[in-house]
T-cell receptor, first 113, second 113 residues
């Protein structure tokens, strides 16, 4: 079993819809949680960074962490065609540097105009 | 602040050759990590350098090596290239402290023929 599980998709939704992307994990030591967006043939771009449990909002994006369920989510409101990309969740254990980061396999998202 | 830069952006090599990829981290970042990304395997950690020392290493053969210079710039070398080495090679930099996340460069796309 992988430490981080992420549905690979592809996920296709109409423009304007609310998108929900999710990851589950098995290691209770994970303390730092991130979402990256990767466009085709580009490097991953950091979207959201959250420490421990709770919600964080940035514009149309909301990251949610539920440590009791070992479950993290990224919500995208009013989705746009420009949001079409692969979304990677990532996590770092407590007391660890970024090199211990574990990535999910990524979810391919397509927003239909 | 300038982001992470990688050169070259694209490379075509033949089996048996060697290749050197370069990465310049964000100014002030002392940690540089390298990843291989392929459609089938996702993001796989190669190694991390911090203050010119290899701090962590992934499960790749010895053909993959790297180094870091005093200005934090890093190079990655792959010797005796194999067809399976065709991939996007990503460099990511961070401050190197606990919980600090990584910022990725655009990647070098390597094609081995």
């Amino acid at each position: 079993q992988k430490e981080v599980e992420q549905d690979p998709g592809p996920l296709s939704v109409p423009e304007g819809a609310i998108v929900s992307l999710n990851c589950t994990y098995s290691n209770s030591a994970f303390q730092y949680f991130m979402w990256y967006r990767q466009y085709s043939r580009k490097g991953p771009e950091l979207l959201m960074y959250t420490y421990s449990s709770g919600n964080k909002e940035d514009g149309r994006f909301t990251a949610q962490v539920d440590k009791s369920s070992k479950y993290i989510s990224l919500f995208i409101r009013d989705s746009q065609p420009s949001d079409s990309a692969t979304y990677l969740c990532a996590m770092i254990p407590f007391s660890s540097s970024a090199s211990k980061i574990i990535f999910g396999s990524g979810t391919r998202l397509s927003i239909r105009p | 602040k300038a982001g992470v830069t990688q050169t070259p952006r694209y490379l075509i090599k033949t089996r048996g050759q060697q290749v050197t990829l370069s990465c310049s981290p964000i100014s002030g970042h002392r940690s540089v990590s390298w990843y291989q990304q392929t459609p089938g395997q996702g993001l796989q950690f190669l190694f991390e350098y911090f203050s010119e020392t290899q701090r962590n290493k992934g499960n790749f053969p010895g053909r993959f090596s790297g180094r870091q210079f005093s200005n934090s710039r890093s190079e990655m070398n792959v010797s005796t290239l194999e067809l399976g080495d065709s991939a996007l090679y990503l460099c990511a930099s961070s401050l190197g402290a606990e919980g600090e996340t990584q910022y990725f460069g655009p990647g070098t796309r390597l094609l081995v023929l």
